[in-house]
């Protein structure tokens, strides 16, 4: 019997991991996650929908930072055991989300990061120069070497956080093929998309109530220099809203907890209301069950074939 060792190839290999099923706004939700983790205040989104520059997307935080060598090993694939417990609010869990999530949309990712008292450096991953060399190499910058990174948010003054830009993105690439018109619209699509799903996937940690905030650090998120403002999908501040009680579930790997919410009518919101909470498709659309894990919320609107699609009520 003879045992052979069968790394993946590269190539191959990132070709593969880049076809795992993100949307661009799932994607974008990844690296907010460890945003959050980081214990950010300030989450800056940059995507420019201008047709002056290359289009690219940039998500700054003011969390802690990395070290150099914590940099280089949160580049790594499958940096954590998904067995180690995790710290209470960490919402990771594989070690790979920002890296699977940045190579579905983009072909170079860079990542800047600074801890407080430290200078800031950088990484590289260059799908195209993996395809080339058929090897997993990583790049890093450090010192004047900074300066030539584009878009670059993060310096010496910079007291502490990281930066994820995607370069080379995919979709744009394919647009840009038409028109800058075609481009542009995309953009300001994505855009609009984007902030929604903040405003919906984030809402308790923009707008955090009186019963979460022993356990979470509020955010701002900013888009474009927009601040986004939290989409409550239970709609609780509206006219017709109503509580229909909770409960807990509780299983060996913890406790699920249950609310029931009953949205107002539609005929009791005002029409800036309904513009509010996404509009009439949003109201029909997102009924159902809402998961969250750690007040993130992960599942949004589905009935998981327990009743038809349009039934009114909302359990979280």
């Known amino acids: ?24 706004e799932t994607s974008i939700a990844d690296i907010l996650d460890n945003s959050i983790t980081a214990k950010a205040k300030k989450i800056e989104i940059e995507i420019p929908y201008s047709d002056q520059c290359e289009p690219y997307i940039s ?3 003011d969390g802690q930072g990395m070290s150099k060598e914590e940099l280089i090993e949160n580049m ?5 055991d998904p067995d180690d417990e995790r710290d209470p609010g960490d919402l990771g869990r594989f070690g790979s ?12 990712l860079i990542v800047i990061s600074k801890v407080e008292g430290k200078p800031p450096n950088a990484a590289i991953w260059d799908i195209d120069r ?8 990583l790049k890093t910058l450090s010192g004047k070497e900074l300066s030539k990174i584009k878009h670059l948010k993060i310096n010496k003054d910079t007291k502490s956080g990281t930066q994820v830009l995607w ?17 542009e619209n995309e953009l300001v699509k994505d855009i609009v998309s984007i902030k929604r ?3 919906v996937f984030f809402h308790r940690f923009i707008k955090v109530e009186q019963e979460d905030k022993k356990d979470i650090n509020k955010i701002k998120v900013i888009v474009n220099e927009d601040e986004i403002k939290a989409i409550d999908p239970f709609m609780r501040d509206f006219r017709g809203y109503q509580w229909s009680g909770d409960d807990s579930i509780i299983g060996k790997d913890g406790k699920t907890y249950i609310a029931i919410h009953n949205v107002p009518h539609p005929d009791k919101l005002k029409k800036q209301e309904l513009d509010d909470i996404g ?18 919320l992960m599942i949004e609107g589905d009935w998981f074939d327990t009743h038809a699609a349009g039934v009114l009520g909302n359990r979280a």
């Not at 019997?1 to 661009?24: A, F, V, W």
């Not at 989300?97 to 170079?108: E, L, N, R, V």
């Not at 509009?279 to 993130?296: L, M």
């Open 130 to 137: 993996i395809v080339r060399e058929n090897e997993w190499i």
């Open 97 to 108: 989300g920002m890296k699977t999530a940045s190579f579905s949309q983009a072909k170079k």
């Open 279 to 296: 509009g009439v498709e949003f109201y029909n659309s997102k009924q159902g069950f809402y998961v969250y894990r750690d007040k993130r």
């Open 167 to 183: 370069l080379n993105i995919d979709r744009y690439g394919e647009v840009s093929h038409g028109s800058h018109h075609n481009l």
């Open 76 to 80: 790594r694939l499958g940096c954590k």
């Open 1 to 24: 019997m003879t045992d052979h060792i069968l790394p993946p190839k590269p190539s191959n290999e990132i070709k593969t991991l880049r076809k795992i099923g993100y949307s661009l």
């Open 59 to 61: 998500i700054k935080d």
């Open 197 to 199: 799903t903040i405003a």
